[in-house]
């Protein structure tokens, strides 16, 4: 797996993390994520068949907590920290399709 | 500077007030706060209000709690209830947060006062506190150098006397490093240890918050006023804190402790004499020092640059310009998200974003991110192996004393070997600490790092303590 | 619907139900429908830098409840992160049950007795509600959005069946036994009009014996009317595309109530890459054996068996009995006929009280016992009471409460003495001389005339029972 990265990947990461790159960007941060990649590399040459995956540091099981009321914020406050706010609501630009 | 125990004696004694504390550490910050660019904001209002509860409880013969009157900076990446908090970004620039971390909770019944919050790389992204977008932080004992990072303005704090005490966060050495660099201690705890509830995330299954002090006992006083469960973080520990500054005296009598190889190879010279000689004193004290390879340490770095930036992707897509801080106006929600991010974020943060995105999509998944999960799981039974031949494990903190002012910042993977001494606690969830041991060149201070399993901070003070009597502090 | 040719259905339901918490899935926030936009929101459901999620102890006993009523497996689980930006969910990430669900393998009986298998039915958080302003009021079209995230955070179950299902009206049928699932479990209000169960269908159309064809996933069926037409619609609108040559395309489809048909929203290419990993801030769940026994102690009976044990104890299988049957179970109505029946009630007539008058005021429940019910339907058995007078009883138990005998006695409602009933019964039979010799030879419809008179003359107030009695002991 040498250079791993191409312009297009990164272009097509930039947009799912909507992050928009100058063409002297893509370059650049081709370039750099490519090398940390490269070093990512020395993994993928282990075996690790029947190695068990660590999400978390240690495994705590079942945490949970009562289902009782707690207090929610003030609403001025909640809308004080908006950009833009309308009718006690946060206001946004037009969105442009449905979630998925 | 007095220690934040002396402190803590003068100011219940009567000997001492919270409020001349206060003022002791708000001219030290005025003093050098211009040159050395420590603090992105100082909240002397709030400062004032605590010391003066605890002045009052103390003139009412009340407890005024065990860190009663000590100015404490805080990393600003810890949420503090209407204190402007910023990660060090643009896209949180002018954010107040309408809740505080439990962390600050603890710290304000225990009677301390927070003076302010601490520069940082920017997301905590970073070895050197050059990637704040408020302007890199300079290093106290020579400011032509970093002090480390990424909690570097909490490491400088101590170390320019500001405060006796500082709150950082690590995540792959971000509170270890740059104390070595400054010369100070500083404690990455257990994973879950401290609640995690209030420190803004940046790797959310690496992070842990801990404690900057100048000497050991200060750090255990603090840790054991922040530890301890706490309902409103699922992975914090279900016990409560456990008792450390009574275990500071210890000792390492009859104690086996590993001196590794993988954690010592590649470091300059002084900093491997700096081991060297910290495991001489060890032996000294009655400790059998057993030389060991930990080759899977090797591995660490590969796994945290894809973990790390993976979480972080999905960690920091919430700053979208919706609901706080920064927003760019645009035509559409996906265009103004866009122009936001693109905005508000800067270069070493767009490059975690980007790679851990890359790293967790359909195609590559496998080959990056679950291998670094396995990868994960060879560093966990590594150590597991390491700590049923030894109590401790001993080696660098880091492969140089602090390194010139932009001197790596323009090559992302020189400084992220920075880290590669300190990443593999995090990625156990073990404890570690940085002792300053040793001087290198132009007599700035080298360290060595203790490393133990988990909850055996007790046991990685009283080492720690060893080595600073050594050093005659 | 029938379709043409050999054609048939395959239709998969991914059922989405907001779990009957007082809070959200993983925070102390209020999970109420219909409060003031953005005040039951904290740090945690507004996705605040630095706030972390908690489980809540009651949507997992109430997922497990639901998984148990489908007898799924009870499994270890993890939760993940479902990436994506979207302004209504503040993390731009959805945490969600993914390749370890809750409860897995399960499957569900149909009143029609086919069997439906269940995949999967796992937790994972509501997002918050947008508003579109300018334009026409909906997202298109639309020049700004406002966003309320009250509903952010809702704990939310969903239930997927497996492929199994062959026609409209039995996805309307699982969808509908579903409902009365949930509604039993005490997960659900069941609420289809207030969001608080949503429907996508997954559709193809294959001929009979053939491999499955490829699938269109229909969006926004908030109504089991909209689910029928909508799959209607849609297999139609596939054997059409085949038939004529063309290729079904798998894509995301969204239905339009008005328009009364289904438009692309996103073709597979278009799909989004969710990087689905692992969510650190959550530790993994598996409820021991004891926690589960506790949820399954706590089970009340599902309406097939409720059904099954009513059922049992009708006298005659009518097809209005056994309508009157689902509205009993659907209702919640069974404890009243119950009690009637044990109070020695004929079937028939404590089914159609229950499924008339208690269904037609159930909000006003509160106010009639099942003593009361019973009462009233004795009297009515009995004679003292008409159908007529006693449907008014009722209604008046229902509107205020109060003892049968008194309500009647104060509406005057007495039992006509069987002396005026004779007299009437004789007065009417000089009066229709033709109808009473055709009823002395044997056209029993005649009864029914007599009665219609004998009522009128009463107003009412006579038994109709009665009235048959006086009838044929004169033929």
């Known amino acids: 797996m040498s250079s791993p990265l191409r312009r297009d990947d990164v272009a097509h990461v930039a947009k799912l993390a909507r992050l928009t790159l100058s063409s002297a960007e893509l370059d650049m941060f081709t370039e750099q994520l490519g090398q940390v990649l490269e070093h990512a590399n020395d993994m993928s040459s282990l075996n690790l068949e029947g190695v068990k995956p660590t999400a978390h540091p240690f495994e705590l099981l079942n945490v949970v907590r009562a289902d009782e009321i707690r207090a929610s914020l003030d609403r001025d406050e909640v809308l004080a920290m908006a950009p833009d706010a309308q009718d006690g609501r946060f206001a946004v630009p037009r969105i442009m399709g449905e979630a998925p | 500077m007095k220690s934040a125990a002396q402190t803590v004696a003068d100011v219940a004694s009567g000997a001492s007030s919270a409020n001349e504390e206060l003022d002791r550490s708000l001219g030290a910050i005025r003093a050098r706060n211009d040159e050395l660019n420590v603090f992105l904001y100082v909240d002397e209002v709030g400062a004032r209000r605590q010391a003066d509860a605890v002045d009052e409880k103390v003139r009412r013969g009340e407890d005024p709690g065990v860190l009663a009157g000590v100015p404490i900076a805080i990393k600003d990446n810890l949420c503090q209830r209407g204190i402007p908090t910023t990660c060090s970004s643009r896209i949180l620039e002018g954010w107040r947060p309408p809740y505080s971390a439990t962390v600050i909770e603890r710290l304000l019944a225990a009677g301390a006062v927070p003076v302010g919050k601490t520069n940082l790389d920017e997301f905590a992204m970073g070895s050197s506190t050059e990637n704040s977008a408020f302007g890199p932080t300079k290093n106290p004992l020579d400011p032509t150098r970093v002090p480390g990072g990424s909690s570097g303005g909490s490491a400088a704090s101590v170390a320019a006397d500001m405060t006796p005490i500082a709150l950082g966060s690590d995540t792959g050495g971000s509170i270890r490093q740059p104390a070595a660099l400054c010369g100070v201690i500083g404690v990455k705890p257990t994973y879950g240890l401290v609640s995690r509830y209030g420190l803004i995330a940046f790797a959310s299954s690496l992070d842990q918050i801990g404690p900057f002090a100048k000497d050991v006992r200060d750090a255990a006083i603090l840790l054991e006023a922040i530890a301890g469960h706490d309902e409103m973080d699922s992975t914090s520990l279900p016990e409560p804190a456990p008792s450390l500054s009574a275990h500071v005296d210890d000792g390492v009598a009859g104690k086996r402790i590993g001196l590794v190889r993988d954690l010592v190879d590649g470091a300059d010279d002084e900093v491997v004499d700096a081991v060297e000689g910290a495991a001489q004193v060890l032996r000294d004290a009655g400790a059998t020092i057993v030389e060991m390879s930990i080759p899977e340490f090797r591995l660490g770095l590969s796994a945290y640059y894809i973990l790390a930036p993976a979480e972080a992707s999905s960690n920091l897509a919430r700053y979208d310009g919706v609901r706080y801080g920064l927003r760019v106006d645009a035509d559409d929600v996906t265009a103004m998200n866009e122009a936001t991010r693109t905005a508000g974020f800067g270069d070493e943060v767009k490059r975690r974003i980007m790679l851990g995105t890359y790293a967790l999509s359909a195609g590559y998944f496998d080959a990056y991110y679950g291998q670094a999960l396995k990868v994960r799981t060879m560093m966990i039974d590594a150590f597991a192996r390491a700590y049923r031949d030894v109590d401790l494990l001993l080696g660098a903190t880091t492969p140089s004393v602090a390194f010139k002012l932009g001197s790596k910042v323009s090559d992302p993977m020189a400084m992220y070997l920075s880290d590669i001494f300190t990443i593999p606690t995090n990625l156990s969830g073990e404890a570690a600490v940085s002792v300053p041991f040793g001087t290198g060149e132009a007599g700035l201070p080298t360290a060595v790092q203790l490393l133990g399993p988990a909850r055996s901070e007790a046991r990685l003070f009283a080492a720690a303590r060893i080595l600073e009597i050594a050093e005659g502090r | ?475």
Request: hydrophobic residues 40%.
């Open chain 3, 1 to 475: 619907m029938t379709l043409p040719g050999e054609w048939e259905m395959v239709i998969g339901l991914e059922v989405h139900t907001e779990l009957q918490t007082a809070t959200k899935m993983f925070c102390g926030c209020a999970n109420h429908f219909g409060s003031e936009p953005n005040t039951n929101v904290c740090p945690v459901c507004l996705g605040l830098p630095g706030s972390l999620p908690v489980l809540n102890e009651r949507a997992v006993e109430l997922a497990m409840a639901i998984g148990m009523a489908l007898h799924c497996t009870i499994a270890p689980s993890t939760f993940h992160r479902k990436n994506y930006f979207y302004p209504d969910m503040p993390k731009d990430f959805q945490i969600s049950q993914y390749d370890l669900p809750i409860n897995k393998g399960g499957f569900l009986d149909l009143p029609d007795a086919s069997r439906v298998s269940i995949e999967r039915a796992h937790l994972e958080e509501d997002t918050g509600k947008s508003t579109h302003l300018g334009g026409t009021g909906r997202i298109h079209g639309a020049e700004r959005s406002l966003v309320d995230y009250n509903r952010s955070g809702v704990p939310l179950v969903e239930i997927v069946s497996g492929p199994d299902i062959r026609s409209a009206a039995q996805a309307r049928a699982y969808a509908s036994e579903l409902r009365g699932i949930l509604i039993a479990t005490g997960a659900s209000d069941g609420r289809m009009e207030e969001g608080s169960m949503r429907i996508d269908a997954n559709v193809s159309v294959r001929k009979a014996g053939e491999p499955f064809g490829t699938r269109c996933e229909i969006k926004n069926l908030n109504s089991l009317r909209s689910l029928v037409r909508a799959i209607d619609f849609e297999a139609r609108r596939q054997i059409e595309l085949i038939e004529g040559g063309g290729v079904v395309r798998q894509e995301t489809r969204h239905w339009d109530e008005n328009l009364g048909a289904t438009s692309t929203m996103r073709t597979k290419e278009e799909a989004e890459d969710y990087r689905y990993f692992r969510e650190p801030d959550l530790v993994d769940l598996a409820p021991d054996d004891a926690w589960q026994q506790r949820v399954r102690d706590g089970l009340p009976k599902m309406p097939a068996e409720r059904r099954a044990l009513l059922s049992a104890r009708l006298t005659s299988s009518t097809e209005a009995q056994f309508d009157a049957v689902e509205v009993v179970i659907d209702l919640n109505l069974e404890t009243y006929v119950h009690a009637a029946l044990d109070a020695g009630v004929d079937p028939a007539l404590a089914l159609a009280r229950a499924a008339n008058e208690l269904a037609g005021d159930i909000d006003n429940l509160g106010h009639l016992s099942s003593e009361g019910f019973c009462a009233t339907l004795l009297m009515e058995q009995r004679g003292d009471l008409s159908a007529t007078q006693a449907k008014t009883v009722l209604g008046e138990q229902l509107a205020h409460g109060g003892d049968p005998a008194s309500i009647a006695a104060s509406l005057g409602f007495e039992r006509l003495s069987s002396e005026s009933l004779e007299g009437t019964v004789a007065t009417l039979i000089e009066q229709f001389p033709d109808e009473w010799a055709r009823y002395r030879e044997g056209d029993e419809k005649l009864a029914q005339f007599f009665i219609g008179q004998v009522m009128k003359v009463t107003k009412g107030q006579a038994n109709g029972k009665l009235v048959v009695e006086q009838l044929q002991a004169r033929r």
